[in-house]
């Protein structure tokens, strides 16, 4: 699981939001929304104005993190 992937579902826990419930802000099936949850898809950008303003900020400083250091590993592999 990505930091991301348990980031967002921590933070729609904390919340009290069903799957159900953010799945339709973000336009996708509630089985899509687990497999984020779950680090077997990716959440995509164009997703994080979607969510519902309390997941927002937790979730987008997560996927910042982690491009971050995706980044700087492919600057070390060079």
Do not use: C, F, T, W
């Not at 921590?10 to 099936?29: D, F, K, N, P, T």
Request: charged fraction near 30%; proline fraction near 4%.
């Amino acid at each position: 699981m990505s930091n991301v992937s348990a980031v967002l579902r921590g933070a729609r826990l904390r919340a009290g939001l069903a799957q159900r419930e953010v799945a339709r802000h973000l336009g996708i099936s509630p089985a899509y929304l687990s497999d984020i949850e779950h680090g077997r898809r990716a959440l995509g950008i164009r997703h994080i104005g979607k969510l519902p303003a309390e997941l927002r900020g937790p979730v987008a400083d997560a996927l910042v993190k982690d491009r971050e250091a995706e980044i700087a590993a492919i600057r070390s592999a060079r």
